[in-house]
């Protein structure tokens, strides 16, 4: 059975599993929703920025503290998955804000964080490129919300199925 991931490594997953989901029901009620736009936009944003910086940290906190091992009777085709899975929910986590403040930018638009505070235009403000990011930002964010869905069930399985202790070494607060 695996050990657990360190406490940080936890806190950090799951409340950057929350702010993920967050932010895409978030983007998901900004598209349909005229009336809550301009209140929704202002949540997404900054916490989109928040994102980026919190999955620097758990780079960071990844290369200190580096996951418990994956169980050794484990198929090879599934540590694939695992590890090719995670290396595509860092990405898009990197990614999608990125685009989005670089989506951002290029409408001449700024990241607004906390009242009159803001981030830099990335690059200065082109029509063409925000055509390009705009429908990216999107197609970015469902590639996000289908890995987040084959994470969240190859965890179920991990918990329901194999009982590998694979699921419990991200799940357990008791020491």
């Known amino acids: 059975m695996p050990s657990r991931f360190p406490m940080a490594s936890r806190l950090l997953h799951w409340t950057m599993a929350a702010m993920v989901l967050a932010m895409l029901f978030i983007g998901i009620a900004m598209v349909g929703s005229l009336a809550d736009y301009h209140r929704l936009v202002a949540i997404h944003r900054p916490l989109g920025i928040l994102i980026l910086v919190l999955v620097a940290l758990r780079l960071a906190n990844r290369l200190i503290r ?3 091992p994956l169980p050794l009777d484990m198929p090879g085709i599934l540590r694939l998955a695992a590890h090719a899975s995670h290396a595509l929910l860092y990405t898009l986590m990197v990614a999608l804000p990125l685009v989005g403040w670089t989506m951002l930018s290029a409408a001449g638009n700024p990241v607004v964080l906390i009242g009159a505070w803001h981030l830099p235009p990335i690059l200065p403000p082109s029509d063409a490129l925000h055509a390009l990011l705009r429908p990216l930002h999107t197609v970015l964010a469902f590639v996000l ?16 199925i194999f009982r590998d202790g694979v699921f419990q070494s991200m799940v357990s607060w008791r020491r």
């Open 66 to 68: 580096p996951a418990p």
């Open 145 to 160: 919300f289908a890995t987040f869905l084959v994470h969240l069930g190859a965890a179920l399985m991990h918990a329901l």
